[in-house]
């Protein structure tokens, strides 16, 4: 799945975003639609943020690995300011949340949630991943389960 | 937990002098460097010291060591260093250089100011647009760092526990009428319920008054042997024990809950290295750059069980001055903390409790003060406290 783009490049799709040496496999997965979290070859746990060896039992043996993207909302706000960014809509107000992703306890990642309102994107609601455009470049964001596909990925109603 | 109890720096290290600015809630006309100096020379004159005095100094990012040091035209140090916000990474490095001999007379100090990364209103000022210091979320709104972070983790406090705002607002009202007797404080007018219920909403559940307020200023502190401040003309105050804590998920998403942060590693250690706690406090300052941060500590140090901050809130509330007085008796941030006073990476937290165990805190002095705790920081990589006491 490594996509054939520089890192040079790769910093150009994705402005802003903490890309170095232990990450990059993480963004160059999000242009196909792929997320990544890192997993450890010797003893198969996940970590959060990716970094160079297993905080668990310190392998270097490090596999950027698909999640299945399903989870529990744990943490949710809505934002009424925060930075300018094409196709953010603080007015009404952004949801961000962060998910507790099925594969391990404790294992999280933050988004947004589309195709909600936001009366529905609270603490426990189950979701799913799907990909949303910004300046042209996907980006994962998640969506409630029960409410399949109703709009455009990056429509935030 | 395990946390050592080995401190052999307890009581050895003394705070023998501390000064501020004072703090004003606009841009104000003035440089960085300027609010840092001003609260330097004061902390200086209080301890009856000269720049020749000085061999060491510590202070946050900005002015920096060297650029204090010129300014103030300190002839010779042996040891600096800036580590980061907040303010017991400066405490703590002081006591540290003092103890081991890095340096005899450490001037210590944090200077707030108005930026873009804590206030929006920065941008007028053309001279301040350079300090971006984003962190990790650089124009991103789906990452929860910092202040975002917190408001994260404030949905997951209601969420467990069945709070309300009200649990939230209860710590701004406290701080504000303590505000209300500190004539360095930027915010003191009068704030009811209905009026923090009605503030603006930023980032939900938490609205403006749930956070501190961007303020120009500074606080500086003299850090010298306990031995040699018991010569300097005011009441030494003791740092019975400093700590920083830390878990090994230390990150906002990452953290595992809200009993199992930094604060708790704080607690556990500040308990084993100092010889008293709340039981024996008396005056305490949560930091309070959200309000639920300070709910959390609360909690964390024993005053109340998880989720029961804003009930022991209620239950110590004196309606007279409507503010809490834990048993009636013990205040809690009595200079307005950072959400009225100003938003000082916790060295208001603690000039102020300096001052209060010398006697200099004017209108707001708690009788016969003699220990006092705070607890600094927030959750994730900040959590930190320490326990102060005056002498025998
Ligand atoms: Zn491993």
């Not at chain 1, 009404?92 to 391990?104: C, N």
Request: contains cysteine.
């Amino acid at each position: 799945m490594a996509v054939d783009i520089s890192d040079e490049d790769l910093l150009a799709r994705y402005p802003g975003y903490a890309i170095d040496h232990d990450t990059r496999a993480r963004y160059r997965g999000w242009l196909e639609h792929v997320m990544l979290f890192d997993r450890c070859a010797t003893c198969a746990t996940w970590h959060e943020p990716p970094g160079p060896i297993c905080p668990t039992c310190w392998s270097t043996d490090i596999e950027p690995t698909p999640i299945a993207g399903t989870g529990t909302i744990h943490l949710a706000i809505t934002l009424r300011q925060g930075p300018p960014v094409e196709g953010v809509d603080y007015s009404t107000p952004y949801p961000v949340v962060v998910v507790e992703l099925d594969e391990q306890p404790d294992l999280r990642m933050s988004g947004t949630v589309v195709g909600a309102d936001n009366s529905e994107i609270v603490i426990g609601r189950r979701v799913h991943l799907d990909w949303a455009l910004r300046r042209g470049a996907p980006f994962p964001v998640f969506r409630l389960d029960d409410q399949h596909g109703a709009d455009q990925p990056g429509a935030s109603s | 937990m395990s946390v050592s109890s080995r401190n052999p720096a307890k009581d050895q290290v003394a705070i023998a002098a501390a000064a501020t600015t004072g703090f004003t809630a606009t841009n104000t006309d003035r440089s960085q460097l300027s609010y840092a100096v001003q609260a330097c020379v004061a902390a200086l004159r209080a301890a009856g010291l000269t720049a020749a005095d000085v061999d060491g100094i510590i202070g946050s990012s900005a002015p920096t060591a060297p650029e204090l040091q010129g300014a103030l035209g300190i002839p010779v140090v042996t040891y600096f260093a800036n580590p980061p916000i907040p303010f017991v990474n400066q405490l703590s490095t002081a006591v540290a250089a003092v103890h081991s001999g890095l340096c005899n007379v450490a001037l210590v100090y944090h200077a707030s100011y108005r930026l873009p990364w804590n206030t929006g209103s920065a941008w007028k000022d053309p001279f301040r647009r350079g300090g971006l210091a984003g962190g990790a979320s650089a124009g991103i709104p789906e990452s929860v760092f910092g202040s975002v972070g917190y408001t994260a983790w404030a949905s997951r406090y209601l969420y467990e526990f069945g709070g309300t705002k009200e649990d939230f607002g209860l710590v701004a009202i406290n701080d504000r009428s303590n505000a209300a007797g500190n004539p360095g404080a930027a915010m003191r007018e009068p704030l009811t319920m209905e009026g923090y219920l009605a503030a603006r909403m930023i980032r939900d559940p938490l609205c403006m008054l749930d956070m501190d307020v961007a303020v120009d200023g500074g606080d500086a502190f003299v850090v010298t042997t306990t031995e040699r401040a018991r010569d300097m003309p005011l009441k030494p105050v003791l740092i019975n024990a400093v700590t920083l804590g830390m878990t090994g998920k230390p990150s906002e998403t990452q953290t595992p809950s809200l009993r199992e942060h930094g604060q708790q590693v704080v607690v556990e250690s500040l308990k084993a290295r100092g010889d008293f706690w709340i039981d024996d406090c008396d005056v305490y300052f949560p930091y309070d750059g959200f309000t639920i941060i300070t709910l959390n500590w609360f909690e964390n140090a024993g005053y109340c069980g998880p989720g029961e901050a804003g009930d022991f809130l209620r239950q110590h509330w004196d309606h007279a001055t409507n503010r809490v007085l834990i048993d009636g008796r013990v205040p809690v941030n009595p200079h307005g903390g950072s959400l009225s006073e100003g938003a000082s990476q916790g060295s208001g937290h603690f000039r102020e409790a300096v001052h209060q165990l010398q006697g200099l805190a004017g209108e707001r002095q708690v009788a016969g003060a003699q220990r006092a705790i705070v607890t600094a920081g927030g959750f994730f990589f900040n959590a930190q406290g320490a326990t102060l006491r005056t002498d025998g």
